[in-house]
């Protein structure tokens, strides 16, 4: 009933949004006369803001059409490399004539990125993605509204978002021989048992993972989320912000978490520096600062533009991660895709190094919460885990903006491309044992000597070999050290020969 209470009134409100838009333009067209009066500019400046905190707001674009590196402009082409039910796996395609550019970007990292299914699209991960196509194959998690989704597409649970990101490492794993894994905010913990349940049944896990402000134990440092979700019982959540989708839409029918409420939840959170935020807006249109204004412009844009969350896996979510922590106290089961259920044991990740990434201000996720992970991951040797915590960072300043790009980045760069030289010593090494083990029993055969000893050696020692690869002593303590600025929303391989060996050069193309 709230749903198309709310719906009602927007579509009655929709006309004085309208006019307020078009009264701000036409008030503040410099070629008439009166826009230079100073009343007739507050008047404009009034029907803007009015324009601005009423309309609609749309899913925003990512809009990234190129990236420089160095003096070379790089053409980036956006595309669908995988369209499920409830989730699109983004690709950004690399585009160059320049061979040197060209032979650079072929030889680099390929990065699943998993945006948060929290309230906003992954377009909010817009600065992340962009710094990281300068050094990696990009690809990303694009989570759809679910009132766009029709019934007759099926429910989508928690298990359902496990389940698609082991498909995307899959996918990947399949055209690069492996990937890097980097997960923000609230995919944390999914991503996490994704890669723990891989690591279970044996299967080959990402190089690296590296997880960014999520709540993996809510227990540490509680904010005002955790507080929330930690005190209503699970009967309030399923009682007061569980709506049906109204008649307008494809997803009718289906029960949400909608968007527009999630939205009053994030201004609440902090709701002096939303309305100061506002004002500040008003005086830049009166000054005609017009960099800030636009800068005001592109924030809200972002943060205004909020999606439906399917009930099931919105209320899973609160039951698993805020109420009962499941994935800590070691009794979370998945149910996989053939419908069996599997106990997520982090400890089972041994070949994957883990990194994880805190913010010194994040209000969303506490301190130690994300770095708890590093604890669970009982498999992964020391030297293979990280921890790095921005300096001066909230929750939105760990991947975008300044301290992101100065801070956090280059940590996490330098991570990834630790973990993406221990494969390629790997394959080199594993190439190398096997071409001796195909050339020994030739040369042998020749002078007909009994060669068993030797085989045994050469055959023997590509799996010692790669258990030795990578216990290079890591800077742990370094990371942090390095900081230089003062730095906010809530991946390392299972590298068997045979499994590294399939990573050749690929030929070179006009793309990457």
């Known amino acids: ?130 710094t990281m196509l300068k050094d990696h194959k990009v690809y990303i998690t694009d989570w759809k509204n679910a009132r766009l989704i029709p019934l007759s597409d099926g429910e989508f649970h928690l298990d359902d978002y496990v389940n698609y990101i082991q498909e995307f490492i899959r996918h990947l794993q399949g055209k690069y021989g492996n990937c890097h894994v980097i997960s923000v905010c609230q995919p944390t913990v999914p991503v996490f048992a994704a890669i723990s349940l891989m690591a279970t049944r044996g299967e080959t896990t990402p190089l690296s993972m590296t997880m960014m402000g999520g709540p993996i134990d809510a227990r540490k440092s509680p904010t005002s989320v955790n507080n929330l979700a930690e005190k209503k019982p699970f009967s309030w959540f399923e009682n007061n912000v569980i709506y049906k989708v109204p008649s307008n839409f494809p997803g009718v029918g289906r029960r949400v978490y909608p968007g527009f409420l999630q939205h009053t939840g994030f201004v609440a959170m902090n709701p002096d520096r939303h309305a100061t935020s506002h004002f500040d807006y008003f005086k830049d249109l009166l000054k005609g600062d017009d960099a800030s204004a636009e800068a005001h412009r592109k924030f809200y844009d972002e943060y205004n533009a909020v999606l439906d969350m399917d009930a099931d896996y919105y209320l899973e979510t609160i039951d698993v991660v805020f109420q009962k922590y499941k994935l800590v106290n070691g009794t979370w089961d998945v149910k996989s895709t053939s419908g069996q259920l599997e106990r997520v044991k982090p400890g089972d990740i041994k070949t994957t190094r883990v990194m994880t990434v805190e913010g010194e201000l994040d209000d969303i996720s506490g301190s130690g919460q994300t770095q708890a992970a590093l604890e669970m991951c009982t498999g992964v040797p020391a030297a293979h885990k990280r921890h790095f915590e921005a300096i001066g960072a909230g929750h939105y300043g760990i991947f975008s903006g300044k301290r992101w790009r100065e801070a956090v980045y280059p940590a996490v760069k330098a991570f990834i491309l630790e973990s993406d030289k221990s494969l390629k010593i790997v394959s080199n090494m594993s190439v190398a044992h096997e071409i001796q083990a195909q050339a020994a029993p030739k040369k042998l055969a020749s002078v007909n000597l009994v060669a068993k000893p030797a085989t045994k050696a050469v055959t023997s020692k590509p799996g010692k070999a790669v258990t030795k690869v990578g216990v290079k002593a890591g800077a742990g303590a370094g990371a942090r050290a390095g900081v230089g600025a003062r730095a906010g929303i809530r991946a390392a391989a299972k590298a068997t020969p045979k499994a590294v060996a399939k990573r050749t050069p690929a030929k070179a193309t006009l793309s990457r």
């Open 1 to 130: 009933m709230l749903y198309q209470v709310y719906e009602t009134q927007r579509t009655l409100m929709e006309p004085f949004v309208d006019f307020a838009q078009a009264a701000a333009k036409m008030y503040g067209n410099s070629a008439l006369p009166m826009a230079q009066n100073p009343f007739v500019q507050r008047v404009a400046a009034g029907y803007d803001l009015i324009y601005r905190l009423g309309k609609d707001y749309e899913k925003p674009v990512f809009g990234i059409q190129t990236i420089v590196d160095g003096e070379i402009e790089i053409a980036i082409h956006e595309r669908i490399e995988l369209d499920k039910p409830f989730c699109e796996l983004r690709r950004f395609k690399r585009f160059s004539d320049d061979t040197e550019t060209l032979a650079k970007l072929k030889d680099q990292p390929a990065v699943l990125i998993v945006a948060p299914l929290s309230g906003h699209y992954a377009t909010l991960l817009r600065d992340t993605v962009k």
